[in-house]
């Protein structure tokens, strides 16, 4: 064999993507990730041990979760009208819609700074990105990005709502000019709407184009990798026909029906959460040298006025607080870090040595 041939074997998109690094985390207090900090309670855990032995590992799971589905449907107000793509984790409804679109000349469009899983798996697909920069405060530039849908007539958008990694809800009425102008899917992606609490689901499918899509690993199943896209079912129809078959496992089926069964419980920890937001804003506002940005997510978008985000990020993690750098992307991220509401204890631990890190960095 030739020494290259590895080289000429793998498309050149792909040789030019980097994998999606996940830090080492073990150990550390995880305020990285959007993950709920909560485990449940025990009566719960225990309820579910007693229940899961009944589960069949040996027998592949049911192709359509259709007793997962229609709990979806009722919990999430899914009406009978609006059809229903389950994911392996939303990222993995993002590769369908793009596999479904793919072909050479097409383009995915969405904002920067945004979630950087619309932009990587457009490039391995082969697909053109196109990055719409955002206000200077994060809003979305209106004029910009329907310049851009002019020009550019990309055959889908993704707008996260709230967005991440600035964690602000976009104008909802120039998010309803973007779709009226789109000539392909606009897809809404509220990952964090349990925290927002404003949603376009009701439309989903009003016009045709118009797909919301949801997962419930900000809600605190991180771990079972479930998605949903929701939309009108002519859409819903071609995209399933490129679903692998067996993509939800039994195990993620029974675990969120179960959950699903407890839904106050995960709507408590949200309310939590959110509380321990507005007390994790509130001190980091108060912070000299600190903007701490306004959030409808479980998480904060922080920028230092001096000193470097850097050395901030891996002091932190000295002391074993894991949160994300994001000031290697520059831009309007450059000396930013993202950290992840937590339970009050841990975020209490993180404010001590943030700010404690902030004073010895003063000259
Ligand atoms: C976390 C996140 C996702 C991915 O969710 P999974 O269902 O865990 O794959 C999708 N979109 C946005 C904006 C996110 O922040």
Known sequence: MSEDWLQTLIRPEVRALQSYHVPESAGLIKLDAMENPFSWPESMR??????IVAVEPNRYPDPQAKALVQQM?????????????LG???DELIQM?????ASPGRKVLSVEPGFVMYRQIARFLGLEY????????????VQAMLDAIASHQPAVIFIAYPNNPSGNLFDSMAIRQIIDLAPGLVVIDEAYEPFAKNSFMEQAGQPENLLVMRTVSKLGLAGLRLGYLVGAPRVIDELEKIRLPYNINVLTQFTVAFALKHYSILLQQVDDICQQRAQLVKSLSMMPGVTAYATDANFVLIRLQSGSADDVFMQLREHGVLIKNLSGQGGLLANCLRVTVGSAEENQTFLEHFEAILRDAKP
């Open 130 to 141: 196109v990055g719409v920069p955002l206000a200077e405060d994060f809003s979305l530039n």
């Open 46 to 51: 225990q309820e579910w041990a007693e229940r």
């Open 97 to 101: 819609l793009l596999v479904a679109t």
């Open 88 to 90: 392996n984790g939303s």
């Open 73 to 85: 449907r009722e919990v999430f107000s899914i009406s009978d009208e609006q059809a229903l793509l």
